[in-house]
């Protein structure tokens, strides 16, 4: 079942683990929606500068230190998505305490091991 998900942290450079996972989310046909720094594409998934009000987000990937969070909070709270992923690295318990109080899902995880053992 496809899950629309929003990576936040994306990269045109192929060795970063942000690369990987829309490569590897679109190969299991999610549909996937990205941002990151530089606006370009992977995959043919358009990766967007702004943060987009996308609609009908499943999951958030983030690939962002817990620093750089921060401007994300809000954003990712109105998106209302089911769950967020708090790959390697990411882990931010202040974040965690408010998608707790806003119903959303969360958990430290990475989207590729998830993808690969069929459990995303």
Do not use: W
């Amino acid at each position: 079942m496809s899950k629309k998900t929003l990576v936040i942290g994306a990269s045109l450079k192929s060795d970063r683990y942000s690369n990987r996972a829309i490569k590897k989310l679109v190969a299991h046909n999610n549909e996937v929606v990205a941002i990151g720094l530089r606006a370009g594409v992977v995959a043919n998934v358009e990766i967007d500068t702004d943060k987009v009000a996308y609609q009908n987000i499943d999951t958030v990937s983030l690939y962002l230190n817990p620093k750089r969070q921060a401007d994300y909070f809000d954003y990712i709270i109105s998106l209302n998505p089911k769950r967020v992923i708090f790959n390697p690295g990411t882990e931010n318990p202040e974040f965690y305490k408010l998608l707790e109080a806003n119903n959303i899902a969360f958990e430290e995880a990475c989207t590729l091991v998830l993808l690969s053992i069929n459990q995303f």
